[in-house]
C-alpha cells in the first residue's frame, strides 16, 4: 500500500513540475534569459516612423516609449508594428527608446517612469491620452483602445 502511494505521488509530483515548467516557459516567449537586452530592438513595421515625421501629418500619434533592455518591450514590439501596419490610416506609429539622449526632453515631457508607455497624442485637438497598460498584453484591449479614440476624436472634430 506504501509504495503505490510513495508511486503516485512521485508521478502527480512530475505532472506537477512539467505543468509548472510549461506555465514558466510560456510566459517566456518574447525572450529568454539567454535574450541580449542590451542588443537595440528591431522595428519590426516600415509603417512606423519618425515623431518628427509624425508631428507633419494631420493624424493622432500613437507612441511608443521603450528601452532596449526590457523584455516587455522586446515582446510587445511586435505586435507594436502589427497595429502599425493595421491602424496605419488612422493613426501615426512612433517609438521613442528612451535611453536614446537625443529624446530626453521627449521622454521627462511626458513623464515617463515605465516601460512601454503608451500614448495617443492628438495635436489637432490638443489631446495627450495615456493608453491602458493592459494593451501592451492583451491585444483585444489595444484594438478597442485604438477603436474609441478613432470614434472619440470623430466626435470631437465634428463640434
Not at 62 to 70: K, L, N, Q, T
Not at 94 to 110: A, G, H, P, Q, T
Amino acid at each position: 500500500m506504501k509504495k503505490k502511494f510513495f508511486i503516485g505521488l512521485f508521478i502527480g509530483a512530475a505532472i506537477g513540475l512539467f505543468v509548472f515548467a510549461s506555465v514558466v516557459l510560456k510566459a517566456n516567449d518574447g525572450y529568454s534569459p539567454q535574450t541580449n537586452l542590451q542588443a537595440p530592438i528591431e522595428i519590426p513595421e516600415k509603417s512606423i516612423i519618425t515623431m518628427e515625421e509624425a508631428s507633419q501629418i494631420n493624424k493622432p500619434i500613437v507612441a511608443m516609449f521603450y528601452v532596449d533592455w526590457c523584455g516587455y518591450c522586446r515582446k510587445f514590439m511586435p505586435v507594436f508594428g502589427k497595429f502599425a501596419n493595421k491602424y496605419k490610416n488612422d493613426y501615426s506609429f512612433v517609438v521613442i527608446n528612451c535611453d536614446n539622449y537625443e529624446n530626453k526632453k521627449l521622454v521627462d515631457d511626458f513623464h515617463i517612469i515605465g516601460f512601454p508607455s503608451l500614448f495617443i497624442i492628438d495635436n489637432e485637438i490638443n489631446h495627450k491620452f495615456t493608453l491602458n497598460m493592459a494593451s501592451t498584453s492583451d491585444e483585444k484591449v489595444m484594438k478597442e483602445e485604438l477603436d474609441n479614440y478613432i470614434s472619440v476624436r470623430k466626435n470631437l472634430l465634428e463640434k
